[in-house]
C-alpha cells in the first residue's frame, strides 16, 4: 500500500493550473448560459416553461473536456509522488568495476580464441547487459593500474578494453589483490553499493586474505579449463565460462542481487514520479474531441491550451522535442558518434563537454567544465587545458580534483608529468635532434666469428619526453598511451609514489 504520508508533489508550481482551469470553466458555462440573459426579464416560474432543449445543457460539451485536459495535465506535471525510487533492476544502476587480468597465461589459446580476447568478449558483453551505468575499467598482471573510472560511456570502454594486452603491462605476474584494492578506491566514492568483476584464469592463494577483507561484493568469471579460482571459491561468486550469454547474465543477475542501493541526485534521493501514469487518461479524454459536435473552435482551443501549458523549449523547435529531451537527444547522437551534434543538443554541461572533447573542441569543452566542481570534470577539464599547452592552469583543474577525490591515482598522475613538464625548460629551436639509436647500414659477416658479447647503456627518456608522449596519448593509439601510462606509475610506485 503506498504511504501517504510521504505523498506531495515533486513540481507544486504546476497545480497552479488547476484553479485556472477551474475560473476557465466557470466564465464559459457563464458566457454559454441561453437562459442567464432571461433570467432578470422573466419569472423563475415561467421560464421554466418557456426553455426547449434544457436536458441538452447538462449534458457532455466540449468545455468539459478541455477543462478535464487541464486539470489532469496540472496534476500530471506537478509530479505527485509518495515513493522513493530504487535503481530499476533492468537498467542495473549498480556500478561495476571490471579487474580483467592481462597477464601472459591469459595469451593461452585453449579457449578460442584467446583466453584474453574471450574475457574482453565477455567484458563487452556485460557493458551492453547493463546500458546506462557506471563501470570502470582496471587492468591487472603483476600490477594493477586503472584504465577508466566508471563511466556510462560504453564505447570509451570499448575502445580502452580492445587496446590491452600483455605487452602494455610493465610488470610480470598476477597480482589480483592489487586489482581489488584499485577497484575498492574507485567505488569508495560511488552512491550506490557497487561490485568488482573479475575475468580471470586464476587467483593465487596468496591473494586469499585481500578476498577475505573486501569491501564490496566480488564475482569471477573462470577463463579457462583449470580450477584456477578455487583459493577463493568460498568467498567469492564464480561464474563458469559458457559458449552463450548465460555466463554474463548469471555476472549481472549477481551485481543485481548484492549491490545497489537507494540512488541520489545532487546529494538528493530520488523519488518516483507517477505523473507518468496521468497520460493514459489523458490520451482517452482527448480522443473525445473526435466525438460529433466536438467544434473545430474547441479543438483548436484545447490544442493551444496544451501548448501553452507544455515548457517552452530551450532549442529552436523541432520533431524529436515532443518526444525526447535535449539530453537524451545528445544522446542518440553521441552513441552514433555524431559528437558535434550531440555538443549542440546537450543542455547537461558535463556531456556537453565530453561531446566537444570527442568532436575536438577543446575550447568548447574547456567551457562547460570551467563551471562545475566535480572530481571528474575537473580531472577532464585538466586533460582538455594539457591539450592545449595551457600547463599551468591544467595543474591546477588536477589538484582541485585531487581535493575532491583525495588518492586519485589517475589525477596525480597526470598532475606529476604536468608539473614535469612545466619545471623543464623549453628546448632551443637549433638544438640538435636527439639520437635516434638506429644504424647507418647492418651487415652480417658469416665468415669470421669475431666480436664479444656486451650491454649497451641507453638513457631513459627523459621527463620532457615523457610529457610529449602523454600528451600525445591522450588523442593517439590507446595501446601506446596505456603502455606509457602504466610505466610511468609503475615507476612511481618504485620511487616511492603512487601504487
Same mark, same amino acid.
Given at each position: ?12 508550481? =504546476? ?22 440573459? =432571461? ?33 489532469? #495535465? ?21 556500478? *561495476? ?5 592481462? &597477464?601472459? #597465461? ?14 574482453? +568478449? ?9 546500458? %546506462? ?8 598482471? %603483476? &600490477?594493477?593500474? *586503472? ?14 578494453? +580492445? ?74 561468486? *564464480? *561464474? ?16 543485481? &542481487? ?12 530520488? =523519488? ?13 479524454? /482527448? ?30 523547435? &523541432? ?27 546537450? $543542455?547537461?554541461?558535463? =556531456? ?25 570534470? /575537473? ?10 599547452? +595551457? @600547463?599551468?592552469? $591544467? ?13 586519485? $591515482? ?40 669475431? %666480436? ?29 598511451? @596505456? ?6 606509475? #609503475? ?9
Amino acid at each position: 500500500m503506498p504511504d501517504l504520508a510521504e505523498f506531495h508533489f515533486m513540481r507544486p508550481a =504546476w497545480l497552479l493550473i488547476l484553479p485556472a482551469g477551474v475560473a476557465f470553466f466557470l466564465v464559459v458555462s457563464r458566457r454559454e448560459d441561453p437562459v442567464r440573459p =432571461w433570467r432578470d426579464v422573466i419569472a423563475p416560474e415561467l421560464l421554466g416553461h418557456l426553455v426547449v432543449g434544457e436536458a441538452r445543457v447538462g449534458g457532455l460539451r466540449p468545455i468539459h473536456v478541455l477543462v478535464a485536459l487541464l486539470l489532469l #495535465s496540472g496534476v500530471a506535471l506537478a509530479g505527485p509522488t509518495w515513493e522513493r525510487e530504487t535503481p530499476p533492476i533492468d537498467a542495473d544502476r549498480a556500478p *561495476v568495476v571490471i579487474a580483467l587480468d592481462v &597477464s601472459a #597465461s591469459m595469451s593461452r589459446d585453449d579457449v578460442a580464441p584467446s583466453r584474453l580476447e574471450r574475457a574482453k +568478449q565477455k567484458a563487452r558483453d556485460l557493458i551492453g547487459a547493463r546500458a %546506462g551505468a557506471r563501470t570502470g575499467l582496471i587492468a591487472y598482471a %603483476g &600490477s594493477a593500474h *586503472v584504465v577508466l573510472p566508471p563511466t556510462e560511456d560504453p564505447d570509451l570502454l570499448a575502445h580502452y578494453l +580492445q587496446a590491452l594486452s600483455p605487452d602494455v603491462m610493465p610488470v610480470a605476474g598476477k597480482d589480483a589483490s592489487a586489482a581489488l584494492a584499485e577497484a575498492e578506491d574507485l567505488l569508495a566514492d560511488e552512491p550506490i553499493l557497487g561490485s568488482v568483476v573479475f575475468l580471470t584464469d586464476g587467483i593465487e592463494a596468496g591473494d586469499r586474505p585481500a578476498f577475505d577483507r573486501a569491501l564490496r561484493p566480488v564475482v569471477a568469471l573462470a577463463v579457462g579449463p583449470e580450477r584456477g579460482l578455487a583459493p577463493v571459491e568460498d568467498v567469492v561468486d *564464480v *561464474v563458469e565460462l559458457t559458449v552463450d550469454d548465460r555466463d554474463v547474465q548469471a555476472i549481472a543477475d549477481s551485481v543485481r &542481487s548484492r549491490g545497489g542501493g537507494l540512488e541520489e541526485v545532487d546529494g538528493r534521493e530520488r =523519488w518516483k514520479d507517477f505523473g507518468f501514469y496521468l497520460l493514459y487518461p489523458i490520451v482517452a479524454i /482527448a480522443l473525445l474531441a473526435f466525438r460529433p459536435g466536438f467544434g473545430l473552435r474547441w479543438s483548436a482551443s484545447a490544442t493551444l491550451v496544451l501548448l501553452l501549458a507544455a515548457p517552452a523549449p530551450a532549442t529552436a523547435f &523541432s520533431f524529436a522535442d515532443l518526444w525526447l529531451t535535449p539530453d537524451q537527444q545528445g544522446r542518440y547522437w553521441f552513441d552514433r558518434g555524431d559528437y558535434a551534434r550531440a555538443a549542440e543538443c546537450f $543542455a547537461d554541461p558535463f =556531456w556537453r563537454g565530453a561531446a566537444c572533447y570527442r568532436a575536438g573542441d577543446l575550447e568548447c569543452a574547456t567551457d562547460a567544465w570551467e563551471g562545475l566542481d566535480s572530481p571528474e570534470a /575537473a580531472y577532464d577539464l585538466g586533460n582538455a587545458r594539457a591539450r592545449r599547452g +595551457q @600547463l599551468e592552469a $591544467a595543474v591546477a583543474s588536477y589538484e582541485r580534483a585531487l581535493v575532491l577525490r583525495p588518492g586519485w $591515482a589517475d589525477a596525480r598522475t597526470n598532475l606529476e608529468i604536468v608539473r614535469r613538464r612545466l619545471e623543464t625548460p623549453p628546448a632551443a629551436e637549433d638544438d640538435p635532434p636527439p639520437p635516434t639509436f638506429e644504424a647507418d647500414d647492418v651487415r652480417f659477416d658469416n665468415d669470421r666469428n669475431e %666480436g664479444t658479447r656486451g650491454e649497451v647503456d641507453l638513457p631513459g627518456l627523459s621527463d620532457e619526453q615523457i610529457g610529449e608522449l602523454w600528451l600525445k596519448g591522450l588523442k593517439s593509439d590507446p595501446a601506446e598511451f @596505456l603502455r606509457m601510462k602504466f610505466a610511468f606509475q #609503475s615507476e612511481a610506485a618504485v620511487r616511492g609514489g603512487s601504487r
